[in-house]
């Protein structure tokens, strides 16, 4: 069963940091490109970060780049988002999943505030 269990989440103030982890079971990870998302209250869940499935190759949503860092373990079977400079635009609940992926995780709410 394919299951993903996001962490790191929290309130921050704006211009902070947060590292959130990813831990995935059920399927190969090492085998697929995975994803970070997030869905903030009223609105869609979006893409805001890629990384290859040999973690060599990234891709960034304009409103992320140069802020957000994804990278991944495949010892671990874990997915991280660094995220730097933070601002009260990118408070959502962020869900990680596999390319093409349909089963989601709870999440974890970021909340960026003063």
């Known amino acids: 069963q394919v299951q993903f269990v996001e962490s790191g989440g929290g309130l921050v103030q704006p211009g902070g940091s947060l590292r959130l982890s990813c831990v995935a079971s059920?399927?190969?990870?090492?085998?697929?490109?995975m994803n970070w998302y997030r869905q903030a209250p009223g609105k869609e869940r979006e893409l805001v970060a890629s990384?290859?499935?040999?973690?060599?190759?990234?891709n960034y949503d304009d409103s992320v780049k140069d802020r957000f860092t994804i990278s991944r373990d495949n010892a671990k079977n874990t997915v991280y988002l660094q995220m730097n400079s933070l601002k009260p635009e990118d408070t959502a609940v962020y869900y990680c999943n596999k390319a093409g992926g349909t089963n989601w995780g709870q999440g974890t709410q970021v909340t960026v505030s003063s």
């Open positions: 990384i290859s499935f040999s973690g060599r190759i990234t």
């Open positions: 059920g399927f190969r990870f090492s085998a697929y490109h």
